[in-house]
């Protein structure tokens, strides 16, 4: 499988942005897309994720400023993030697990100004 994320981008606090994840190949062996993200120096976090069947999570950190969603007629799935923080800053990865391995996009760069 492979993952083209987009949209990221520079906003101030307070503001959204949606993060899109298109997935290419094998697009029947996925059980899971999700998106993590990562500051420079600390270790990836998890930040949401959705199952085939629709069933969707988001980290504690974001829950209630971020939703997670899929097109499947499009292969892509959305991270629509609203009432953005400085803390949120990071660079976005999105995920693909299938029933053979996990998969990542090249990542996207979100930075919130205060």
């Known amino acids: 499988v492979q993952l083209q994320a987009s949209g990221g981008g520079l906003v101030q606090a307070g503001g959204s942005l949606r993060l899109s994840c298109a997935a290419s190949?094998?697009?029947?062996?996925?059980?899971?897309m999700g998106w993590h993200r990562q500051i420079p120096g600390k270790q990836r976090e998890w930040v949401a994720s959705?199952?085939?069947?629709?069933?969707?999570s988001v980290a504690d950190s974001v829950k209630g400023r971020f939703t997670i969603s899929r097109d499947n007629a499009k292969n892509t799935v959305y991270l629509q993030m609203n009432n953005l923080k400085p803390e949120d800053t990071a660079i976005y990865y999105c995920?693909?697990?299938?029933?053979?391995?996990?998969?990542w996009g090249q990542g996207t760069q979100v930075t919130v100004s205060s």
């Open positions: 190949g094998s697009i029947s062996s996925i059980v899971s």
């Open positions: 995920n693909a697990i299938t029933i053979f391995s996990s998969s």
């Open positions: 959705i199952g085939s069947g629709g069933t969707t």
